[in-house]
């Protein structure tokens, strides 16, 4: 073999060295950022089941003052086994949704997480202690999964951004890597919730 004839060897035994170098970071980077998303997103998983067991404790206490709001509680009970029964990201951020407008509508939750007063149309609900630590519980639990959800979507973004741009974009379409779903505000978080309990 000549020297040319190494040379050039050399120079393709090099190039695939830092292409390969290169193609395992990224894989790597992907695989970390991947992770991350999906530890967040087990965050996210548990603030949502910690509302759902929450819940019917909440409705059963109205219940007993509010009994013919039956159709909300019913909404609120079907969403809520919609959420507990999805099993991928996208069907939980959907039934999430759904939960969070069934909740909206029974005027247990206003717009962005705060609470309703509810108390205004049943005056006995002041006195009722185990309404009242039931409404701060969910009301927590509402602030803390607003802050997963933001702490998902920074997750997703970082991932996503990463996965998109080039080069990265060639091993994340090789590997299999694809895109991962954002939480987005529902259709009713931009209204005004209409509370009546006087039917």
């Known amino acids: ?34 992770n991350a998303v ?10 949502m089941q910690r509302r759902a067991d929450l819940i019917p404790n909440l409705v059963n206490t109205v219940k007993g003052y509010a009994g013919q709001e039956k159709e ?16 991928t990201p996208e069907q939980k951020i959907e039934a999430d949704g759904q939960l969070t ?4 509508d029974g005027g247990l ?12 149309q049943y005056p006995q609900l002041k006195s009722d202690q185990n309404f009242m630590r039931l409404q701060d519980e969910l009301a927590g639990t509402e602030n803390r999964l607003s802050q997963e959800r933001r702490l998902y979507n920074l997750a997703v973004q970082d991932y996503n951004n990463s996965r998109q741009t080039f080069p990265n974009v060639l091993v994340a ?10 939480f987005k505000a529902d259709e009713g978080a931009k209204q005004a919730p209409k509370v009546d309990f006087g039917k």
């Open 101 to 104: 407008q069934a909740l909206r």
């Open 72 to 87: 909300i509680f019913t909404r609120i009970a079907e969403a809520r086994s919609r959420l507990l029964s999805a099993t």
């Open 109 to 120: 939750l206003g717009t962005g997480g705060r609470f309703l007063s509810i108390t205004e």
């Open 173 to 182: 379409g090789l590997m299999g890597f694809k895109d991962k779903p954002l």
């Open 38 to 47: 999906d530890t967040q997103w087990s965050q996210v998983e548990n603030q």
């Open 1 to 34: 073999m000549g020297k040319t004839a190494l040379v050039i060897l050399g120079v393709i035994l090099l190039c695939v060295l830092v292409l390969g170098g290169w193609a395992l970071g990224s894989y790597n980077s992907l695989v970390k950022l991947s």
